[in-house]
């Protein structure tokens, strides 16, 4: 995709959106950790219910750590994987306080040395907790960025060094968040919408669903 193209649909994702965020709730850099790490192979809507009542009752690595495998487990078995989420949550927990003094660490070579983290959720840590321009290609960014012809990649590190070159500086703070936005609720697996897509005109994908007509939005 040129450059002229790239740009315009980050205008356009701008426009439609000017102030995006994650829909995971938190109140704090660890909040969020935990929160992530829920959320593989999870909805937010289900990790924000369960985190909903465990931040009432342990809001930092070592309240969290105080209630141990099976009281952690209550709170969030209603979420799938939830054993072994537990099980490296708190070990997680345990590395926040033995080495970074209860905090979440800023740096991403800390944050994926914690059990459980993997690259793309230290650049959502760095993205949505501490501001850094990181791009974290989930399963709807890479769908995306590969359908629309934005940087198609073979696998997500591939896609994620793409956009972090072509996407404009300007754009690169919330690019994560108005892709994966995109990817759930318009440009969605099995049958985008679109007809009601607001980048259809300059989407790279070949075959754009119809509308009730019949007939493409673009036609």
């Not at 426009?15 to 995006?20: G, L």
């Not at 985008?192 to 897509?197: F, G």
């Amino acid at each position: 995709m040129n450059p002229t193209k790239c740009q315009e649909i980050f205008v356009r994702l701008q426009a439609a959106n000017p102030k995006p965020t994650t829909e995971l709730a938190f109140g704090s850099p660890f909040e969020l950790l935990v929160s992530v790490v829920l959320s593989a192979q999870a909805t937010d809507k289900s990790v924000n219910l369960a985190t909903e009542k465990l931040f009432r009752h342990a809001k930092t690595p070592r309240a969290v750590l105080e209630l141990g495998q099976q009281g952690l487990e209550d709170f969030i078995k209603s979420i799938g994987l939830y054993r072994t989420k537990a099980k490296n949550l708190l070990a997680t927990c345990r590395v926040l306080i033995d080495k970074h003094g209860g905090e979440v660490p800023r740096a991403r070579e800390a944050l994926e040395e914690l059990p459980g983290v993997g690259r793309k959720t230290a650049n959502v840590i760095l993205n949505t907790a501490f501001g850094e321009p990181t791009i974290a290609v989930d399963t709807h960014i890479f769908r995306v960025a590969n359908r629309t012809g934005l940087a198609p990649g073979k696998n997500v590190l591939e896609v994620e060094r793409k956009l972090l070159k072509f996407v404009h500086d300007e754009f690169k703070h919330d690019a994560h968040h108005w892709l994966i936005l995109h990817g759930r609720y318009v440009c969605v697996a099995r049958k985008p919408k679109c007809p009601v897509c607001p980048i259809r005109d300059l989407c790279e994908y070949r075959r754009k669903t119809k509308d009730e007509g019949g007939r493409r939005k673009d036609e």
